[in-house]
């Protein structure tokens, strides 16, 4: 997919039993402002897609809205809504000016999606809406970048499939690898307009992910609510029956 940045199939990844994720089910990715023709239909005809999740700010959406696809369900769920100290755009990276604080900035970002009640019931969301794809098409989910909330969205549907965290995290850091090219435009933009080496070195590390930010959001999870199963049943309301449908539904 040429023109969708950050775009994978978790098809094929394997789970403690050996079941393997099924091909064409599961896809994540960034924003599909500008996706062309032609990768639109692949989605429609390869991947027989059926639900669009776009997990972007409401301002995200109007500034820059995915292309509209005929007869696919697209469904909004504003991860940040009712998050008012945090927020995950470039202009917020670009305030801060330095590495140093960006970091602290994205570890504050993903503790206050796991905790902040508004984060919790969108991904809840989320999750249902994977749960309403029929066995014949695929589910995408996707943000911006495609790496911070789709990342955790990412996590929590793995979870769900008891994907071993290690190959959590390969797909997680799977992201550094995809948007090499998007990235070296912004920051070569941003230089363009005069920007300084702490601001894009601290665009440099909004860009891409590490292995201490999902280190973060499964800190929390433990540290906040005893363990993922305990957060996604009890705090996500995600019950086990659905759990073991979204299982039978996804692996083979």
Known sequence: METITNFRDLGGLTNRQGQTILPKKLLRSGELSRISPHDQEQLITAYQLAKIVDLRSLEEVSERPDKVFNNIDYVHIDIFQNITDEGASLGD???????????????????????????????????????????????????????????????????????????????????NTLRVKENQEIIQLAKDNGASKEVTDALDVALNVETEFLDTFYQTVANEFGSMDNYLTNTLHISKSMQKDLRTLLLD
């Open 93 to 175: 990276f670009i305030k801060i000016g330095s590495a140093e604080r960006a970091r602290e900035y994205m570890h504050e970002i993903y503790h206050t999606m796991t905790i902040n009640p508004g984060a919790q019931v969108g991904f809840s969301k989320m999750i249902e809406a994977a749960l309403s794809v029929s066995e014949k098409n695929s589910f995408l989910f996707h943000c911006f970048a495609g790496k911070d909330r789709t990342g955790v969205s990412a996590a929590l549907l793995l979870e769900i499939l008891d994907i071993p965290q290690s190959i959590i995290y390969q797909d997680y850091l799977e992201t």
